[in-house]
């Protein structure tokens, strides 16, 4: 009687492949097991989020009597006018440019100038950090104030132009708490070693620091840009000249001049929200790596750099 004992199994790249999958489908079938409830909570937040938007995304696809007949139901017809009616009523391409300008500018100048003012202090630099650090924190809860930028804007003639509408706009110091966070998690070997070869202080926060926080920056760039592309109260205080009114001003007056006409304002609010979803989807790989890099280290002491410590140790 002779005996077979299997020898050790070899490893080839299909073996590799295979368990590859088979972990896949594993992991795919306990993420359904577990997520009878988690899969009902997330239906109904996406149905609580989603459902006004595809509504009025529906109303820009009916014509006036189909909306008339039926407000709740599925265009019938389906019709496309809406939009070229929106877009040619409303006259949208100069005001698109505009919005596009307000939303960009201010963006790259308020990214730029938090990333020189974020890397100083959370290297601990200055002799008081931790307090300018709690500053510029405390300094962004406080509500804006309207009447003194608008009396601040006609003193110094940044009132209903271009220029000084993104000059108010461009020095906000959004994303300082978050880029100070974000800078922590930066080695602080890359310092020591950009000086020793000789790398300029501007040098270095272009071509070694920015490349580092690219999540961080695309995420507060989404934030601004959605931001400013929204903003109907500043434009409508700093701007009187209609040809350099933003497409959410714009918006607002097509509003009031077709009141009811549902059909042609959901196309107009459609042609306005677009560049905002273009944007996020360029940008949206870099959202959730920035957040929570940013806010692992964000509420963290100035002194307290993980990368610092780690080295430390």
């Given at each position: 009687m002779s005996t077979r004992t299997a020898g050790p199994r070899r490893v080839t790249p299909e073996l590799i492949e295979a368990e590859r999958v088979a972990r896949r489908r594993r992991g795919l079938l306990r993420g359904l097991r577990l997520?009878?409830?988690?899969?009902?909570?997330?239906?109904?937040?996406?149905?609580?989020?989603?459902?006004?938007?595809?509504?009025?995304?529906?109303?820009a696809f009916k014509t006036y009597p189909g909306f008339l007949k039926d407000p709740t139901g599925l265009p019938h017809p389906w019709t496309l006018s809406n939009f070229s009616a929106a877009w040619n009523q409303g006259g949208f391409g100069v005001e698109m440019i505009n919005s596009l300008i307000y939303a960009v500018v201010p963006d790259v100048i308020t990214l730029i100038l938090g990333v020189f003012l974020a890397f100083p202090i959370s290297r601990g630099w200055f002799k008081h950090s931790n307090v300018l650090y709690s500053f510029f924190v405390f300094s962004g809860f406080l509500p804006a104030g309207l009447i003194p930028l608008f009396v601040e804007a006609q003193k110094l003639g940044l009132y209903d132009n271009q220029v000084g509408y993104l000059i108010l706009t461009s020095l906000t110091g959004a994303g300082?708490?978050?880029?100070?966070?974000?800078?922590?998690?930066?080695?602080?070997e890359l310092d020591e070693a950009a000086a020793m070869d000789g790398c300029g202080y501007v040098r270095f926060i272009f071509q070694i620091i920015i490349p580092q926080m690219k999540p961080a920056l695309a995420t507060f760039a989404i934030f601004g840009f959605v931001a400013s592309w929204n903003n109907l109260i500043l434009p409508l205080i700093m701007l009187n000249d209609s040809?350099?009114?933003?497409?959410?001003?714009?918006?607002?007056?097509?509003?009031?001049?077709?009141?009811?006409?549902?059909?042609?304002?959901?196309?107009?609010t459609v042609i306005v929200a677009l560049p905002i979803l273009v944007v996020f989807a360029l940008l949206q790989r870099h959202l959730v790596e920035g957040v929570a890099g940013g806010a692992a280290t964000g509420s963290a002491g100035v002194g307290n750099a993980p990368a610092a410590v780690a080295a430390e140790e």
């Open positions: 997520s009878g409830t988690q899969l009902f909570c997330f239906v109904v937040a996406a149905g609580f989020f989603a459902l006004p938007l595809v509504y009025l995304l529906l109303q300082f708490f978050f880029f100070v966070g974000y800078i922590k998690t930066i080695p602080r040809s350099l009114w933003p497409v959410t001003r714009g918006l607002y007056g097509f509003f009031g001049e077709h009141t009811t006409q549902w059909p042609l304002i959901a196309a107009a």
